[in-house]
């Protein structure tokens, strides 16, 4: 496989990033920026308003209950949410080749990408409400939207602001354990490598969007949204208290580390 140019992978995380973003998006995503670049785009805010409007796009399909029974129907909406993501991927791309990257383009980026993932999961609990008469649906389709939202916004404050802060008092850390003996925590290292491995086997755990879309899809094409709001939403609850305690213990050492500069 031929190596992705420089300029398109600037910033991917590798790691961090989900399992879908590394295996297919980043592969296929700067196809459709080079493409864009091609047909004289330069501002990636389209692409931006692009990807929206795709999944804005599946967001009316879902709701067509008469078509949304035929197989084909639902194969079109997939592949719509698919390619949704793809391109949204590619904004940023886009920005970092032609050197029009913005604070505005990013939080436009952001913000439009939780708008339509709260929509479409809304949408998909209305369709099931529909399809099974059980009102509870809607309310598991607006748990799971404003759940994932709130899970995007605790990841952004962890990465961008905490991290942020202890990185400054990373000297004082390796000062500490120079100085300090090893002390025991296999506790904690177990619960980490169980969580690690929790999150290899069921790797929607990981919960990137790409995961998200790529299991909304799966469950769009069985025609059982039912279960996927079910199975979503336990899991987005599950992951949102996770990433409470995780930025908790982060807020905690940033303050342990400030108080030790502080004494200094």
Same mark, same amino acid.
């Given at each position: ?5 420089? %300029?398109?992978?600037?910033?991917? +995380?590798?790691? $961090?990033?989900?399992?879908?973003? #590394? ?5 296929? $995503? ?43 129907? =639902?194969?079109?909406?997939?592949? @719509? ?11 940023? #791309? @886009? ?9 505005? *383009? ?24 529909? #399809? ?8 598991? *389709? ?17 990465? $961008? ?5 202890? %990185? /400054? ?9 120079? !100085?300090?003996?090893? /002390?025991?925590?296999?506790?904690? +290292?177990? +619960? ?6 929790? &999150? ?7 919960? *990137? ?23 979503? $939403? ?9 990433? &409470?305690?995780?930025? /908790?213990?982060?807020?905690? +050492? %940033?303050? !342990?580390? @400030?108080? =030790?500069?502080? !004494?200094?």
């Amino acid at each position: 496989m031929r190596r992705i140019p420089i %300029a398109l992978t600037t910033g991917f +995380k590798g790691d $961090s990033e989900s399992y879908y973003d #590394q295996l297919i998006s980043r592969y296929i $995503s700067p196809f459709f920026t080079l493409c864009a670049k091609a047909m004289g785009v330069i501002n990636p805010n389209v692409l931006t308003f692009v990807s929206f409007f795709l999944l804005l796009l599946s967001c009316a399909m879902v709701l067509y209950r008469a078509a949304f029974a035929g197989v084909f129907y =639902r194969i079109v909406i997939a592949l @719509l949410i698919q390619l949704s993501f793809i391109i949204d991927c590619s904004d940023g #791309q @886009l920005a970092r080749i032609t050197g029009r990257t913005s604070k505005l *383009g990013a939080w436009l980026d952001r913000l439009l990408d939780r708008v339509g993932e709260f929509a479409i999961f809304a949408v998909s609990g209305i369709l099931a409400w529909w #399809q099974t008469g059980r009102i509870l649906f809607i309310f598991l *389709g607006l748990v799971t939207g404003y759940g994932l939202t709130a899970f995007s916004l605790a990841m952004a404050v962890s990465d $961008s602001c905490i991290v942020g802060e202890i %990185a /400054k008092f990373r000297e004082i850390e390796k000062e500490k354990t120079k !100085e300090e003996p090893a /002390k025991g925590n296999d506790s904690q +290292k177990e +619960k980490k490598n169980l969580t690690l491995v929790i &999150s290899r086997v069921f790797f929607f755990l990981n919960f *990137g969007i790409g995961e998200r879309y790529l299991y909304l899809s799966f469950f769009i094409l069985l025609n059982r949204l039912d279960i996927m709001l079910f199975m979503t $939403s336990f899991l987005v609850v599950l992951r949102i208290v996770s990433i &409470s305690h995780h930025l /908790k213990n982060k807020l905690k +050492k %940033a303050d !342990e580390s @400030l108080r =030790r500069f502080n !004494e200094l």
